[in-house]
T-cell receptor, first 113, second 115 residues
C-alpha cells in the first residue's frame, strides 16, 4: 500500500524567493514519485517524475525534486518563485500501474509581489 | 488535438437524480480513469479501465457506474445522486496502464453540486 503526506496545505512566498514544497511517502514497493501542478479551473499537469536512477529530477518551469530514500521524501523546489507559479501542487506515489497511484492532499502556493 | 475532454463543466443536481459525466480522449489511449477531488483529500480513484470492455473499481467506487464500449469514451454514471457526491470530477487517460512511462493526461474537470 502506498500513501503520501504533503506538509502544509498552504505555502506563501515572495516573488524571487525559494519555493519548497514538502512531500513524504510510504510505499511497500520501490516507489515511483510524481509532482503535478493544477492551475485554477484546469486539470493536473505533470511537473516531473522519479522512476529510477538519478535522485535529483528536473522538471518543467524550473522546478526540481530530490528523492531521498532514507528520509522517504520527495520535496519540490524552485530557486526563484514567479507570479505564474501560483497554483496547487500535488505529490503522488505509484507502483507499477496507474491505478496504484495515490495523491497527497495538495499544497496551494501563493506568490506575493 | 483536444486531449481529454470532459462535459459538462458544471452541473447541479437534486438528491436522487441521475446523470452521466462524459469523458472523451483523442489520443488512442488504452487506460482511462475517473477521480474525484475533495478539499484536503487530494484525488481519489473512482473507477478505471485498461481497454475497451474492461473496467474495474478504484478506492471510492460506491454510487458510481462506468462502462467502456469504445477506446475513446469513458462515461461516469451517478444513478441516484447524494450530497456526499458533491465534488470536482476529473477524467484522466494514459497510453497504457503502466505508470512509469505512461503519464496521466487530465481533463479540465466537472464541478458537481448535489443539493
Amino acid at each position: 500500500a502506498q500513501s503520501v503526506t504533503q506538509l502544509g496545505s498552504h505555502v506563501s512566498v515572495s516573488e524571487g524567493a525559494l519555493v519548497l514544497l514538502r512531500c513524504n511517502y510510504s510505499s511497500s514497493v520501490p516507489p515511483y514519485l510524481f509532482w503535478y501542478v493544477q492551475y485554477p479551473n484546469q486539470g493536473l499537469q505533470l511537473l516531473l517524475k522519479y522512476t529510477t536512477g538519478a535522485t535529483l529530477v528536473k522538471g518543467i518551469n524550473g522546478f526540481e525534486a530530490e528523492f531521498k530514500k532514507s528520509e522517504t521524501s520527495f520535496h519540490l523546489t524552485k530557486p526563484s518563485a514567479h507570479m505564474s507559479d501560483a497554483a496547487e501542487y500535488f505529490c503522488a506515489v505509484s507502483g507499477l500501474n496507474n491505478n496504484d497511484m495515490r495523491f497527497g492532499a495538495g499544497t496551494r502556493l501563493t506568490v506575493k509581489p | 488535438n483536444a486531449g481529454v475532454t470532459q462535459t459538462p463543466k458544471f452541473q447541479v443536481l437534486k438528491t436522487g437524480q441521475s446523470m452521466t459525466l462524459q469523458c472523451a480522449q483523442d489520443m488512442n489511449h488504452e487506460y482511462m480513469s475517473w477521480y474525484r477531488q475533495d478539499p484536503g483529500m487530494g484525488l481519489r480513484l473512482i473507477h478505471y479501465s485498461v481497454g475497451a470492455g474492461i473496467t474495474d473499481q478504484g478506492e471510492v467506487p460506491n454510487g458510481y457506474n462506468v462502462s467502456r464500449s469504445t477506446t475513446e469514451d469513458f462515461p461516469l454514471r451517478l444513478l441516484s445522486a447524494a450530497p456526499s457526491q458533491t465534488s470536482v470530477y476529473f477524467c484522466a487517460s494514459s497510453q497504457h496502464g503502466g505508470g512509469v512511462d505512461s503519464p496521466l493526461h487530465f481533463g479540465n474537470g466537472t464541478r458537481l453540486t448535489v443539493t
